[in-house]
């Protein structure tokens, strides 16, 4: 399962703070559809509430036309305008804690990774069913990746991104990764350690001072794969 292509690519943006420029001017529908989800409005409510009654039935063409465009066309008119028109609408429902929605959100480009598990303090990483699976929005860079969540005390709800491998892969040696124990099957998280036979111990390192944390969390295996963790973050709400 986890070396399968599970994640889902979207024409979205990974900001929520920053207003958009020129070279953010693909709608995101996604987001929209989210937030529609969320609060629980229409297109149509989003229309009674913002424009005028003569202009109900041109908007609804409009809107329509702009957010179903092709992602590829090279210009998307009045995808600003109407980002803007919707991020006054909805910040009218926003409760304590919500982030303010700004135009951007629903502009530009990014990349949603599958979150196939979570860590434990034990190092071990144990993966979702198929319907527990989320999705948590990244950079774009990370398009292909996955993700597993950790529940250690440390650092719970770090979302730590992946690429998915079937084969050993050099770049994550003596690096912080991820693995699988080739016999057992058992899916290991910390840093690995390649030894002279060709077998890996997964250390457990101090983010602090970078020593060892005795015992290893597996030592002397034959994993089937690695792969090197190459990014971590803390999602918010917008980001699932």
Known sequence: MINKKTTNKFKIIYK???????QHDGFRKQGLDFLKQKFKKTTDDFIKDTYPKKDYANMRVKISRLI?????????????ELARDLSKYFNKFRTNGDHYIAPVF?????????????????????????????????PVRYTGCQAIITKTPSSNGLIRVFKARNNIY???????????DKKTKTIYI??????SNGRYDVVDRSWST???????????????????IETELYPSYWDY
Request: proline share 6%; with cysteine.
């Open 68 to 80: 179903n465009k092709d992602p590829n066309s090279p210009h998307y008119f009045g995808a600003l």
């Open 106 to 138: 629903f502009l530009g480009v990014s990349a949603y990774v599958d979150v196939i598990g979570q860590a434990f303090d034990d190092g071990r990483v144990a993966l979702f069913a198929k319907k527990d699976i989320k999705k948590c929005a990244v």
């Open 170 to 180: 050099t770049g994550a040696d003596s690096r912080f990764g991820i693995c699988q």
């Open 16 to 22: 929520t703070i920053n207003m958009p420029d020129d």
């Open 190 to 195: 910390g840093f690995l350690e390649l030894n």
């Open 210 to 228: 970078g020593k060892k944390n005795l015992p290893n969390i597996a030592s002397d295996i034959a994993p089937s794969w690695t792969s090197r």
